[in-house]
């Protein structure tokens, strides 16, 4: 199995950061570990769940949804099987639960795609 907790979500104004982290567990996640990508998906009221970024653990390869790129940055620390998004500049539409996901090997972007969820965390951008 593969367990995923997120962290550092909370309330910022239109132009802030914050810095969402998700720790990934499991014997699962151990065993396969070269093979998995890291997301981040978020979804906001009423809309359906969508990509943010996503991370390849054995190559660091990197992906963003065109919301996110250039503002979002999505990065890992191996030793702590921990991945990061730092999200800059954010926007009240950025508001939203944030979900991190893993996936072994996906070949898109859709969150069918992901086998395994955190909980989310919320986060909320005011003008």
């Known amino acids: 199995q593969v367990q995923l907790v997120e962290s550092g979500g909370g309330l910022a104004q239109d132009g802030d950061s914050l810095r969402l982290s998700c720790v990934a567990s499991g014997s699962t996640f151990s065993r396969y570990v070269a093979g998995w990508s890291m997301g981040w998906f978020r979804q906001a009221p009423g809309k359906e769940r969508e990509f943010v970024a996503a991370?390849?653990?054995?190559?660091?390869?990197?992906a963003y949804a065109e919301s996110a790129r250039g503002r979002f940055f999505i990065t890992r620390d191996s030793a702590k099987n921990t991945i990061f998004l730092q999200m800059n500049n954010l926007k009240p539409e950025d508001t939203a639960v944030y979900y991190c996901?893993?996936?072994?090997?996906?070949?898109?972007?859709?969150?069918?795609?992901?086998?395994?969820w955190g909980q989310g965390i919320q986060v909320t951008v005011s003008s």
């Open positions: 996901a893993c996936s072994y090997r996906p070949t898109g972007r859709s969150p069918n795609e992901y086998s395994y």
């Open positions: 991370i390849w653990w054995a190559t660091g390869d990197k």
